[in-house]
């Protein structure tokens, strides 16, 4: 059974508690993701469920903390939410989309995925959602995004989940 401990910013990897091996993991390797939902408890849960995952997540409560955040830190992945005060889901995406990070994924999430702009998105849910649908669909944009050297400046279109429906 492996064990996870946080050692001065360093994430430890402990093969067995009370034994000497001690696998660094720096959390500069790790993935980064940055979850903007004005909903506090849906952040935690999703930055726990990530963290299981080994991956490293931030939050935003609002769309201007979350761009001032996504423009001063590095993230591998946005999720968002569409309804929140101030600069909502579609807002942000366009923000990303015409900042010097165009390429980065974002998930979109939203009770009112219609009224989510699908162009600027790559992959979007619809409240309520399968955690570990969410949680396997950032690691395939993890994965993809690693792999592929050239991407679009923007996602042609957008992978919907069997929870989310396309409105016209």
Same mark, same amino acid.
């Given at each position: 059974?492996?064990?996870?401990?946080?050692?001065?910013?360093?994430?430890?990897?402990?093969?067995?508690?009370?034994?000497?091996?001690?696998?660094?993991?720096?959390?500069?390797?790790?993935?980064?993701?940055?979850?903007?939902?004005?909903?506090?408890? $849906?952040?935690? /849960? &999703?930055?726990?469920? !990530?963290?299981?995952? *080994? #991956?490293?997540?931030?939050?935003?409560?609002?769309?201007?903390?979350?761009?001032?955040?996504?423009?001063?830190?590095?993230?591998?992945?946005? $999720?968002?939410? /569409? &309804?929140?005060?101030? !600069?909502?889901?579609? *807002? #942000?995406?366009?923000?990303?989309?015409?900042?010097?990070?165009?390429?980065?994924?974002?998930?979109?999430?939203?009770?009112?995925?219609?009224?989510?702009?699908?162009?600027?998105?790559?992959?979007?849910?619809?409240?309520?959602?399968?955690?570990?649908?969410?949680?396997?669909?950032?690691?395939?944009?993890?994965?993809?995004?690693?792999?592929?050297?050239?991407?679009?400046?923007?996602?042609?279109?957008?992978?919907?989940?069997?929870?989310?429906?396309?409105?016209?």
């Amino acid at each position: 059974m492996l064990n996870y401990t946080i050692y001065n910013l360093i994430i430890c990897k402990v093969r067995n508690p009370g034994s000497i091996f001690i696998q660094p993991i720096f959390l500069e390797n790790m993935n980064r993701v940055l979850i903007i939902d004005d909903e506090v408890p $849906i952040c935690k /849960m &999703l930055i726990y469920a !990530l963290s299981r995952k *080994g #991956i490293d997540a931030d939050m935003a409560t609002n769309g201007f903390d979350g761009l001032r955040k996504f423009s001063q830190e590095h993230f591998d992945i946005v $999720i968002t939410d /569409m &309804l929140m005060p101030g !600069l909502d889901g579609n *807002g #942000i995406a366009r923000e990303i989309r015409n900042s010097n990070k165009p390429n980065t994924p974002i998930i979109g999430i939203s009770g009112t995925s219609w009224l989510l702009e699908e162009t600027e998105f790559d992959v979007v849910f619809e409240k309520p959602m399968s955690i570990h649908t969410l949680v396997d669909a950032v690691n395939n944009l993890i994965t993809t995004s690693q792999s592929v050297v050239a991407r679009k400046t923007k996602p042609s279109e957008p992978q919907f989940t069997s929870t989310c429906h396309r409105h016209v």
